[in-house]
């Protein structure tokens, strides 16, 4: 148990739907992440949030917008999504988001996602 | 960009040690290695800072040579807890991706009794 809580933990979708990934820390950090993991793939970074402001997105498709309402809260909007985009999806938090300051993430359990 | 991890997989009897190592082309500030077992989050091990410098933990042990761009992960007299995949994520220090964080592609091992 990290207290990085992530729902749902499984979903099955069509590529007509419209649906939302959330992420949850318990932590009292200020920054958090979107991760892909795709099978045989290196973890893709997503979104950066500091501080509830996008710092960084990594060329990712407009079909993922990410929503961060505060500190503590974090989504994954998917609409139209392609067969392709299926993938296990990780939130993770750290305490100030300094990656560059060499901070430690926590991760959370992850939402495999399968797009039909 | 992606740090290069090797081996790819290793398989180990229980006692035995292992090395994983972590190469990246440009310079960089930071290694993180991170342990992920099957169906569950990547779960932090250690961050190393400074060039040279080596942590641990438990029997785990690692370094980073900034000279030559590099980590090692060190599985020594490796207990079957220790199987999973070993990712490294580095972080770069050069101007032109000053920052910029990436992930190998991870190192799966598997100890046996």
């Known amino acids: 148990e990290t207290g990085v809580t992530q729902t749902p933990r499984h979903l099955v979708m069509g590529m007509t739907n419209k649906k939302s990934l959330k992420c949850e820390q318990h932590?009292?950090?200020?920054?958090m992440y979107w991760y892909k993991q795709s099978a045989k793939k290196p973890l893709e970074l997503m979104f950066v949030?500091?501080?509830?402001?996008?710092?960084e997105n990594n060329s990712v498709p407009s079909r993922f917008s990410p929503e961060c309402p505060n500190s503590s809260h974090l989504f994954l909007h998917l609409h139209t999504l392609q067969p392709e985009d299926s993938a296990l999806y990780l939130c993770?938090?750290?305490?100030?988001?300094?990656?560059?300051?060499?901070?430690?993430?926590?991760f959370g359990p992850g939402t495999r996602l399968l797009v039909l | 960009q992606q740090p290069v991890q090797s081996p790819q997989a290793v398989i180990l009897r229980e006692g035995e040690d292992a090395v994983i190592n972590c190469s990246s082309s440009?310079?960089?500030?930071?290694v993180h290695w991170y342990r992920q077992k099957h169906g569950e989050a990547p779960v932090f091990l250690m961050i190393?800072?400074?060039?040279?410098e080596q942590k641990g933990h438990e029997k785990i042990s690692a370094s980073f040579n900034e000279k030559k761009q590099q980590s090692s992960l060190y599985l020594t007299a490796s207990q079957l807890s220790y199987s999973g995949t070993y990712f490294c994520?580095?972080?770069?220090?050069?101007?032109?991706?000053?920052?910029?964080?990436?992930f190998g592609a991870g190192t799966q091992v598997v100890v046996t009794p």
């Open positions: 190393l800072l400074k060039g040279g």
């Open positions: 994520g580095t972080e770069m220090s050069a101007t032109d991706s000053w920052g910029k964080f990436q």
């Open positions: 932590l009292g950090h200020n920054a």
């Open positions: 440009k310079a960089l500030y930071s």
């Open positions: 949030y500091n501080f509830k402001e996008q710092t």
């Open positions: 993770a938090s750290s305490r100030q988001g300094g990656l560059h300051n060499g901070e430690t993430q926590y």
